[in-house]
């Protein structure tokens, strides 16, 4: 599987930005699609996943609420809603394919394909 995430850029605190993930290759043989961030000086965190087949959908708490985790089965694209943003949400987003189990969807140990990240940044 191979992963392709854009759309990241600078925007201010309380704007929107969605972000895409183009995946390709054997896309089917990954159960969870999800995303992660890594902001400056912290370790890579979970943000959101979603089941690829049926579509369930899983947040940190951190984004509850504001974010919104889809996807595309035919055009093989997932998305990042994110509403409300804040400055803490400054952070390289990655998304990254896997097939583990439900316990393990927030560690990224499980996750064996990332695409290359996509940088946000929100002002205040």
């Known amino acids: 599987v191979q992963l392709q995430a854009f759309g990241g850029g600078l925007v201010q605190a309380r704007d929107s930005l969605r972000l895409s993930c183009a995946a390709s290759?054997?896309?089917?043989?990954?159960?969870?699609l999800g995303w992660f961030r890594q902001g400056p000086g912290k370790e890579r965190e979970f943000v959101a996943v979603?089941?690829?087949?049926?579509?369930?959908?899983y947040y940190a708490d951190s984004v509850k609420g504001r974010f919104t985790i889809s996807r595309d089965n035919a055009k093989n694209t997932m998305y990042l809603l994110m509403n409300s943003l804040k400055p803490e949400d400054t952070a390289v987003y990655y998304c990254a394919a896997g097939s583990g189990v439900l316990s393990s969807i927030q560690s990224s140990r499980m996750y064996n394909h990332w695409g290359q990240g996509t940088q946000v940044t929100v002002s205040s």
């Open positions: 979603i089941a690829w087949r049926s579509g369930h959908t």
């Open positions: 290759g054997d896309t089917f043989s990954s159960r969870w």
